[in-house]
């Protein structure tokens, strides 16, 4: 049985490698129409899902119009309300922002966040 996984798994590495390898000419592009673009983020929360009861957080970071950061996962913490699981998930969205633009300010990317 254990050969099994191992050929499943490698077929579905296959799978990822010959998907990667036939689409090598698409990318993540930054376009803009301001001549210096703000950065934008974006969070969500969904309350309490899990057996675990803690909320799943979702973030989106963007550049004009290409993402330079996305993530999605369980809150550190159990919220007692959707609203509370918001409140943590903006949090996490302005901590990780502020991080990114003083990384973009020492590149000489002055632009605040919207």
Known sequence: MRNKFKEDDERKVNRILYYINSTKQLGITLECNEEIPFIEAFANASYGVTATRKSQTGHVISI????????STKQKLVTKSSTEAELVASAEIVSQGKYIQSILSELHFEKGIR
């Open 64 to 71: 004009g119009k290409g993402p330079l950061y996305v993530s």
